[in-house]
């Protein structure tokens, strides 16, 4: 999460909005990011999901009032590192 210049709070925000939005227990989530370290990539969808999740906690004014992520056209890019690309 150092890599998107997030803070503790909103790095765990990003764990949590992306295993509820992506249907996949929280500690799996975290688990791919940490194998993201040893060069595996995360699964599209599930990229995805963190790089909406990501774009919608590093900036407060993209959540809607329910503190959810606002949907968009489309999910911002990850890393290379992240997606293998």
Not at 24 to 38: D, E, F, G, P, Y
């Amino acid at each position: 999460m150092s890599s998107f210049h997030l803070t503790p709070q909103q790095s765990w925000q990003v764990l949590v909005t992306t295993s509820q939005h992506s249907n996949t227990k929280l500690h799996l989530v975290a688990s791919a990011l940490l194998q993201t370290s040893n060069g595996r990539s995360l699964t599209e969808p599930l990229a995805k999901h963190l790089a909406t999740a990501v774009r919608a906690h590093s900036n407060p004014a993209a959540l809607s009032h329910t503190g959810s992520p606002r949907h968009r056209d489309h999910a911002p890019s990850l890393p290379e590192s992240l997606t293998g690309r």
